[in-house]
T-cell receptor, first 116, second 115 residues
Framework: AQKVTQAQTEISVVEKEDVTLDCVYE???????LFWYKQPPSGELVFLIR??????QNEISGRYSWNFQKSTSSFNFTITASQVVDSAVYFCALANYGGATNKLIFGTGTLLAVQP | DSGVTQTPKHLITATGQRVTLRCSPR?????VYWYQQSLDQGLQFLIQYYNGEERAKGNILERFSAQQFPDLHSELNLSSLELGDSALYFC??????????????FGNGTRLTVT
């Protein structure tokens, strides 16, 4: 069975602090995709990143970085120098690779509150 | 803007009623997915269509049905509504059915309130 666990329900930081959101996944597949989505207070789901299981290189995009470790089945997300606009719910998700569907299995989300 | 359009944004209706949610995918996307987001269940996959055909089914109730039309827009029909059906319903689209090279892009959702 596939499962995504985001153990941190809620995190509160002060602006300019760095923050890491944890994601642990379970799958029997040897190839798969991992994703992060952001849901700001306005409610839409915004795609942030997709990583396939072949590629364990870390990725950096501006203040965002992602650490994929297959050995620990983790795909953690770090925001450097957080800003109030980063306040949102962040979801980690898992999808099959090469199957008949790429439906996403989502974690329960982490609510990040960045205080000014 | 993801390019996925969902209407209406908000819907308030009574128990026992039927509603239709509409989704237009991004230009060029052939797959449409429906998700339900509720406080107790989180984000749950309901159903996927690819080029008019059903491709995958998740935790979709028998009271719910969906279809994808020849112009690729999709509709999610919810009938005999119950209070517990109140949720945010998302539509997403991707280029292919298995999306090796394309992530899912989500619309802004339809917030359904059943009173």
């Amino acid at each position: 069975a596939q499962k995504v666990t985001q153990a941190q329900t809620e995190i509160s930081v002060v602006e300019k602090e760095d923050v890491t959101l944890d994601c642990v996944y379970e799958t029997r597949d040897t190839t798969y995709y991992l994703f992060w989505y952001k849901q700001p207070p306005s409610g839409e789901l915004v795609f942030l990143i997709r990583r396939n299981s072949f590629d364990e290189q870390n990725e950096i995009s501006g203040r965002y970085s992602w650490n994929f470790q297959k050995s620990t089945s983790s795909f953690n997300f770090t925001i450097t120098a957080s800003q109030v606009v980063d306040s949102a719910v962040y979801f980690c998700a898992l999808a099959n690779y090469g199957g008949a569907t790429n439906k996403l299995i989502f974690g329960t989300g982490t609510l990040l509150a960045v205080q000014p | 803007d993801s390019g996925v359009t969902q209407t209406p944004k908000h819907l308030i209706t009574a128990t026992g009623q039927r509603v239709t949610l509409r989704c237009s995918p991004r230009s060029g996307d052939l797959s449409v997915y429906w998700y339900q987001q509720s406080l107790d269940q989180g984000l749950q996959f309901l159903i996927q269509y690819y080029n008019g055909e059903e491709r995958a089914k998740g935790n979709i109730l028998e009271r719910f049905s969906a279809q994808q039309f020849p112009d690729l827009h999709s509709e999610l029909n919810l009938s005999s509504l119950e209070l517990g059906d109140s949720a945010l319903y998302f539509c997403a689209s991707s280029v292919g059915q298995a999306g090796r090279n394309s992530p899912l892009h989500f619309g802004n959702g339809t917030r359904l309130t059943v009173t």
